[in-house]
């Protein structure tokens, strides 16, 4: 196991509880938590380390009024970095991102203010997304001159489609409310808190055996890259590793005793 409260931090504040729920804050408030490429090496450490730390389930959450402006654009102007030295900030993205998409470990953003740019392809990655009335969603990279390059040709077009996407950034078009959860850029839609609803998420998350989060929150991802033939035997493959693992013992008996909660809404 690795001691991950001992993993040295600038721009990221952690906190683990006695559930296993990790807390990771953006802790750049004046610079809308903008990510430079510090945050970056430090987001890749962290959850490269979440597999083996025994933890349950990360809330993804940040200091200030918004989650995540994007790229840090001071740096990057001042850096006046080459084409080949972009890309390689741009390999670190996606090396963090990929990090949190197919760690195995339930991911949930808690999202308000901003979500712009790298913020949502942060966001994205993420498995559960939740906003508040605060959030809105853009990518203004056509406006400033830019083009993403930490996977929202990836996962945003995922979320909304490639039409969507494309209308974003050529028109900076802003989503919010209830039309940015219609669209799939957020789950849920909360009147008070994201990070509340958000935690009582990964509380729910955390109950699950870890082999089968690990199933929900990585294998999933991995198929969806695969042809459906080769998805359809790696998820054979999957559920019989997973669907005979001895965590499911009792809860199977609890089904078959008819004690378990019954799946009903509420």
């Given amino acids: 196991m690795i001691d991950i409260e001992a993993i040295p931090l600038a721009n990221l504040r952690l906190s683990v509880d006695s559930e296993g729920i990790a807390t990771v804050s953006l802790a750049r408030a004046a610079k809308r938590n ?94 559960i997304r939740v906003a508040d009335p605060s959030t809105y969603f853009a990518l203004p990279e056509g406006q400033r001159g830019l083009f993403t390059g930490g996977g929202a040709t990836i996962r945003v077009a995922d979320l909304v489609g490639k039409a969507r996407m494309i209308d974003m950034m050529l028109t900076g078009r802003i989503y919010k409310g209830q039309e940015a959860v219609d669209i799939g850029l957020c789950q849920y839609l909360v009147d008070g808190s994201s990070e509340d609803r958000a935690l009582e998420l990964a509380r729910l998350a955390a109950q699950n055996p870890p082999l089968s989060n690990f199933a929900i929150c990585s294998a999933i991802s991995h198929m969806q890259n695969m042809s459906s033939l080769d998805a359809a035997y790696a998820e054979a493959v999957v559920a019989g590793v997973v669907n005979t693992q001895a965590a499911s013992r009792g809860r199977l008996e609890a089904f078959a005793n008819k004690t378990a909660a019954k799946v009903k809404p509420t």
């Fill in 34 to 127: 903008a990510l430079d490429a510090a945050t970056i090496e430090e987001l890749v450490t962290l959850f490269s380390a979440f597999p083996r730390s025994g933890v349950r389930a990360v809330l993804l959450r940040a200091d200030g009024d918004h989650f995540c402006a994007g790229l840090d654009l001071v740096e990057h102007f001042n850096e006046d970095r080459s084409a080949a030295d972009f890309m390689h900030v741009c390999l670190r993205w996606h090396e963090a991102f990929n990090k949190m998409e197919y760690s195995g470990v339930p991911i949930i953003a808690a999202l308000k203010g901003a979500v712009v740019g790298g913020g949502l392809e942060l966001a994205s990655a993420a498995h």
